[in-house]
């Protein structure tokens, strides 16, 4: 079974200190990887995904990611963080398989909350 | 190009009422698949329609169904409501013809509470 576990369940940082927001997942084949954003009051937004090819994946708003597939990892980061940052990032994972199609696997949420 | 649109975004129920939510995918999207998010759960698919046919399906209970339209309009019901049913129950379209390459993009939800 597919399972997604993110470390950081409340992240709190100032202004322009780095991100990194863990990720693992759990699933033995081939993944397709995606993190979320969703800001207060609005509905999830894509920040950026994975399928294949390189490894380090960028973003919207300077975001990126790094698929480091021995450690079954997914993490974000971000070099400068904004108060606008302010939202809960969601994991997300997507086995290759006939029996996940449009199923998306959610970790836990992060809440970020950047002080200005 | 629009966005996923759900209605209603608010609703009130008692316990064993039914309620029924609509998804309005992105133009040219086939495939919808619907997500219960609580505080505790976070969030869990619950299943995916593609083509008027359900595709793939959660770990839900019968008391949670759905179905989509030949316009790709999906509903969703849920019968005999529940006090923990009370979530935000969200959808998300996506083209549903790329292989296992499928990106989701996500409605605003409709928020349920169920008295």
């Known amino acids: 079974a597919q399972s997604v576990s993110q470390h950081n369940h409340h992240v709190i940082l100032s202004e322009a200190a780095s991100l990194e927001l863990g990720c693992n997942y759990s699933?033995?084949?081939?993944?397709?990887l995606f993190w979320y954003v969703q800001y207060p009051g609005q509905h999830l937004q894509l920040l950026l995904k994975y399928f294949s090819g390189d490894p380090l994946v960028k973003g919207i708003k300077g975001f990126e990611a790094e698929f480091i597939k021995s450690k079954f990892s997914f993490n974000l980061r971000k070099p400068s963080v904004q108060w606008s940052d302010t939202a809960e990032y969601f994991c997300?994972?997507?086995?290759?398989?006939?029996?996940?199609?449009?199923?998306?696997?959610f970790g836990q949420g992060t809440t970020l909350q950047v002080k200005p | 190009k629009a966005g996923v649109t759900q209605t209603p975004r608010y609703l009130i129920k008692t316990r064993g009422q039914q309620v029924t939510l609509s998804c309005s995918p992105i133009?040219?999207?086939?495939?919808v698949s619907w997500y219960q998010q609580t505080p505790g759960q976070g969030l869990q698919f619950l299943f995916e329609y593609f083509s008027e046919t359900q595709r793939n399906k959660g770990n839900f209970p019968g008391r949670f169904s759905g179905r989509q339209f030949s316009n790709s309009r999906s509903e969703m019901n849920v019968s005999t409501l529940e006090l923990g049913d009370s979530a935000l129950y969200l959808c998300?379209?996506?083209?549903?013809?790329?292989?296992?390459?499928?990106?989701?993009?996500f409605g605003p939800g409709t928020r349920l509470l169920v008295l």
């Open positions: 699933y033995g084949g081939t993944v397709n």
């Open positions: 133009s040219g999207h086939r495939s």
């Open positions: 997300a994972v997507n086995g290759f398989s006939s029996s996940n199609t449009g199923k998306l696997i």
């Open positions: 998300a379209s996506s083209l549903g013809t790329s292989g296992t390459q499928e990106t989701q993009y």
